[in-house]
């Protein structure tokens, strides 16, 4: 079955760390970028990070920038979202997606998600 | 860096009804644009990509428009599986920027 798992959420003081992790299942991962997208309580979808196929490249979003890291081990088919220095603000449903292309290679969507895994940041 | 802004934030629809939902662009985006839709406790799921593409599997009552800066996502005849929200994406280069949602609601 074709599917992203998250997991590593849960409950965490402000200024601590935690590293959620999005395992993938029934495609090589390894061919794929994955990107994080959050979702704070009753808001809408915010981008946080991507990391290219063979992890040569990431970017973040400005709110994460500094804190965050994305990093990726294919050999085990996962890819990883470090979070240091959080702050209540990070507090969201975290979700992995999977990036394809139309058939030109010019238009890219994110046609896989996983469930999310909830990070509160409360102390 | 590029806005999105989607209108209305939210939408009262009954079954049967044709709705429209809008997005614009700070600035033009070709048809760098996708469509999501979110039901509550969900994932987002995939709608239409390249602004007018049709996601395999999505019903045909789902259709999208626009180019530039301005976009539609229109459902010709709302089910009561529909209910749900809907976001906008730029998806280009390094930019994938969501819009804030449009709760489509009964």
């Known amino acids: 079955q074709v599917q992203l798992v998250e997991s590593g959420g849960g409950v965490v003081q402000p200024g601590r760390s935690l590293r959620l992790s999005c395992a993938a299942s029934?495609?090589?991962?390894?061919?794929?970028?994955i990107h994080w997208v959050r979702q704070a309580p009753g808001k809408g979808l915010e981008w946080v990070a991507v990391?290219?196929?063979?992890?040569?490249?990431?970017l973040y979003a400005d709110p994460v920038k500094g804190r965050f890291t994305i990093s990726r081990d294919n050999s085990k088919n996962t890819v990883y979202l470090q979070m240091n220095s959080l702050r209540v603000e990070d507090t969201a449903v975290y979700y992995c997606?999977?990036?394809?292309?139309?058939?030109?290679?010019?238009?890219?969507?994110?046609?896989?998600w996983g469930r999310g895994t909830l990070v509160t940041v409360s102390s | 860096d590029i806005q999105m802004t989607q209108s209305p934030s939210s939408l009262s629809a009954s079954v049967g009804d044709r709705v429209t939902i809008t997005c614009r662009a700070s600035?033009?985006?070709?048809?760098?644009l996708n469509w999501y839709q979110q039901k509550p406790g969900k994932a987002p799921k995939l709608l239409m990509y390249?602004?007018?593409n049709l996601q395999s599997g999505v019903p045909p009552r789902f259709s999208g428009s626009g180019s530039g800066t301005d976009f539609t996502l229109t459902i010709s005849s709302l089910q009561p599986e529909d209910f749900a929200t809907y976001y906008c994406?730029?998806?280009?280069?390094?930019?994938?920027?969501f819009g804030q949602g449009t709760k489509l609601e009964i």
């Open positions: 390249a602004a007018s």
């Open positions: 994406q730029l998806s280009y280069s390094t930019l994938y920027t």
């Open positions: 990391i290219w196929y063979d992890g040569s490249n990431k």
């Open positions: 997606a999977r990036p394809e292309y139309d058939s030109s290679g010019f238009y890219s969507y994110f046609d896989l």
């Open positions: 029934g495609f090589t991962l390894s061919t794929y970028g």
């Open positions: 600035q033009s985006i070709s048809s760098y």
